[in-house]
C-alpha cells in the first residue's frame, strides 16, 4: 500500500468541511424536490471522499474494492426492493 | 518510510507479513458490511415513512437543533481526519505522535458526545421525547413523533458506536504510549480507523436527514 501523504489528508480534510458548508447553505435555498437529492449527494460524495482517502481505499487491492462494493450492493438491494414496494403501493 | 512488511510477527496461517495484514483488513470491512446493513434497516425505516409522512417529518425536522449537529458534524470529520494522521504516525513508528493525535480523536470523540448531550437534554425538556409526554407544535403531531422516534433510535445507536469508539481510541493511545505494542505492527490501528472513520460516514448522511429536510421555508 502507497501511504498517501500528509498533504492529502489535509486537502481531503478541507475538502470535507467545505462539503459540509455547501450542504448547510444549500439547505437554506429553496430547490424543491431537488433540496434532498442534493444533501443527499453532498453526503455521497463526503462519503466516497473519507472512503478513498481516510479509508486508503484509493490505494488498496481490486479484492478489496470488492469486499467494500459489496457491502454498499447488498444495502442498495434492500432499499431498492423495499421502496419499488412502498412507492407503488398507490399505483392503480 | 520503514518497510511495511517488516511486520511481525507473522503468524503461522499466514504466508507472509503482506497476507496477514490484507487478511485483517478485509475481515475489518466484512465486519464494516454487517454495519452498513444494520444502520441500512434503519435508513430504510426512515426513508419508507418520510414518503408516507413528508409534511410531519419536515415539520418535526424543523425543530432540531442545527446549529449543535452542524458543529457536530465538523467535529466528527475534524477528528477523521485526525485519525488519519494517527494511523500514518502509527506506519512511521512514531509511538509519542500516535498516542497525542490518538488522544485528540477520542477528545473530538468525546465533545461530539457532550454537545449531543446537551441537545438530547434541550429535546427532553421540549417534550420531544417519544411516548406519553410528547408534545410538538406540528400539524401531524403523529407522524412527526414518528420522525423523533426514528431520530432517537438512530442517533442513540450511532452514539452508542462513538461512545464504543472513544473508549477503544483511549484505550489505543494508552497502548501506543505506554508499550511498543504497535512497534512494526500498525495493523491494529489502521483497523481502529476504519471503524472511526465508518462511525463518520453515518453521520454524514444522518445529519442532511435529521436536520435539513425542509430549512428554506
Known sequence: MNA????????????LL???????????????????IVAMSISAAKAALIILFFMHMRYSKPVMWLFVGAGFFWLGIMLVLAMSDYLSRGWH | MPNELLEAPVEHQFDNAEQQRDAATMGMWLFLATEVLFFGAMFLGYTAYRFSYPQAFADASRHTLIAFG?????????????????????????????????FVTASLGAV???????????????????????????????????????????TGVHALH????????????????????????????????????????VWVFLFPLIYMIDRHT
Open chain 1, 4 to 15: 498517501p501523504t500528509a498533504r492529502t489528508y489535509l486537502i481531503n480534510g478541507v475538502a
Open chain 2, 70 to 102: 452542524g458543529t457536530n458534524t465538523a467535529v466528527l470529520l475534524i477528528s477523521s481526519a485526525v485519525m488519519a494522521f494517527a494511523v500514518r504516525a502509527a506506519s512511521q513508528n512514531k509511538r509519542g505522535l500516535l498516542g497525542l493525535l490518538l
Open chain 2, 112 to 154: 461530539f458526545l457532550v454537545i449531543k448531550g446537551f441537545e438530547y437534554a434541550h429535546e427532553i425538556r421540549e417534550g420531544l421525547f417519544p411516548g406519553r409526554g410528547f408534545r410538538i407544535d406540528a400539524a401531524d403531531p403523529t407522524h412527526a413523533e414518528l420522525f423523533y422516534y426514528l431520530y432517537w433510535l438512530m
Open chain 1, 18 to 36: 467545505g462539503f459540509l458548508a455547501l450542504t448547510i447553505a444549500a439547505a437554506y435555498i429553496n430547490l424543491g424536490p431537488l433540496n434532498t
Open chain 2, 162 to 201: 462513538v461512545t464504543i469508539g472513544v473508549l477503544l481510541i483511549s484505550f489505543f493511545a494508552l497502548r501506543a504510549w505506554l508499550t511498543d505494542a504497535f512497534q512494526n505492527h500498525d495493523t491494529p490501528v489502521e483497523l481502529l480507523g476504519l471503524y472511526w472513520h465508518f462511525v463518520d460516514i
